[in-house]
């Protein structure tokens, strides 16, 4: 099982690269860098390639709207090529109010789009002069659309790899089922090792008859939040404000993904309280609504003894990668925190 963390999009450059060496030298196997609409992650993955040797550094994620299918498969060669083959594409469909809100881009048609783009970006990185004729993206542009002039061409540079590794981030059934058809590797949000299958495992199912053996089996990757220690149950209340915002927030009343996956988990009282309270403007209400027990669950937060348990119940429910978020007040902690998770996934 391997360890990896997201980094912020909102700090400086200089500062997270000191602190990625640190955690680099701690054991930590790869590193997400969000992109949401502050910096590019492009500039700080190009940076962290420079000052890194090991780790394995990730989009986590590149939203599929914001750039196109080739220009996504040109970033990636670019930065496996930087990284001298380091780099893992993670993308994902993001939400209408980045895409539209920020790139003034229509949200429309996520899982058409996604399945398009993985395809032209392999065909990119294998430097084949690129053809697609779908329903999002005709590439060369016909003649009915276009000039005419434009003609199939293929990527000028060799890659350092003709796959590189894509994740995709999903959540609903669909996506789910797409994901692991077709990709190398699937990040879950607030994953639940013993209700994950209650809740994915038919859409997985799905996806992997359709899978190509070429893409070997499915990585996971959970994205606990990590606090090993014998007092830091208060650090349960830290969580509850993210999830009061997804489950309660994130959509209306009735289009919420996150909520329906609470309540897929068995929490639908709780998932109702919490989005009704946050939508009223109840925040610090909805927060304290969301359970104990679901914050236990999809976290790593307790004793080592504890922590110990929990994680090899998210290598037996399938989890590849704890991609984790150590709470902690400043680097340091954060460092002694995945050297503490290393010891006990290598145990």
């Not at 500062?15 to 054991?27: F, S």
């Not at 599929?64 to 040109?74: K, N, V, W």
């Not at 003609?151 to 995709?168: A, F, S």
């Not at 989005?275 to 925040?283: A, R, S």
């Amino acid at each position: 099982m391997r360890i990896g963390t997201m980094i912020t999009y909102s700090g400086g450059f200089t500062e997270t690269v000191a602190e990625v060496a640190d955690l680099e030298r701690a054991g930590l196997d790869i590193i997400f860098m969000a992109e949401a609409y502050s910096f590019d992650a492009v500039s700080q993955l190009g940076y962290l390639a420079a000052k890194t040797s090991r780790v394995q550094l990730a989009s986590g994620i590149f939203q599929i709207y914001t750039r196109t299918p080739s220009l996504m498969a040109m970033t990636a060669a670019g930065l496996d090529y930087v990284s001298d083959g380091r780099f893992v594409l993670g993308i994902g469909a993001s939400g209408p109010q980045v895409i539209e809100g920020f790139h003034g881009v229509p949200y429309d048609s996520p899982l058409g789009r996604t399945r398009e783009l993985v395809d032209i970006c392999r065909q990119v990185w294998r430097r084949e002069p690129v053809r697609h004729d779908g329903k999002h993206y005709q590439i060369p542009l016909p003649l009915e659309k276009g000039t005419g002039l434009g003609k199939p061409l293929k990527l000028i540079n060799h890659p350092v790899r003709d796959r590189i590794p894509i994740v995709i981030a999903a959540l609903g059934p669909k996506n789910v089922a797409l994901t692991a058809e077709i990709a190398e590797g699937w990040q879950p949000i607030f994953y639940h090792p013993e209700r994950a299958n209650d809740a994915w495992g038919d859409a997985l199912a799905k996806g992997k008859a359709a899978r190509d053996p070429s893409l070997g089996e499915l990585e996971v990757y959970a994205g606990p939040a990590l606090a090993i220690g014998d007092d830091v149950d208060h650090l349960l209340d830290t969580v509850k404000p993210h999830l009061a915002l997804y489950i309660g927030g994130m959509g209306a009343r009735g289009k919420n993904f996150y909520n329906d996956l609470a309540c897929r988990y068995g929490y639908e009282a709780e998932a109702k309280t919490i989005q009704d309270l946050y939508l009223d403007g109840k925040k610090d209400e909805a927060a304290a609504a969301v359970p104990d027990e679901l914050v236990r669950a999809i976290s790593l937060i307790g004793p080592e003894g504890y922590v110990r348990e929990r994680v090899a119940a998210f290598r037996e429910s399938g989890a590849t990668t704890l991609n984790v978020k150590a709470l902690a007040p400043d680097s340091a902690g954060r460092v002694a925190q995945i050297e503490r998770l290393r010891a006990i996934v290598d145990a």
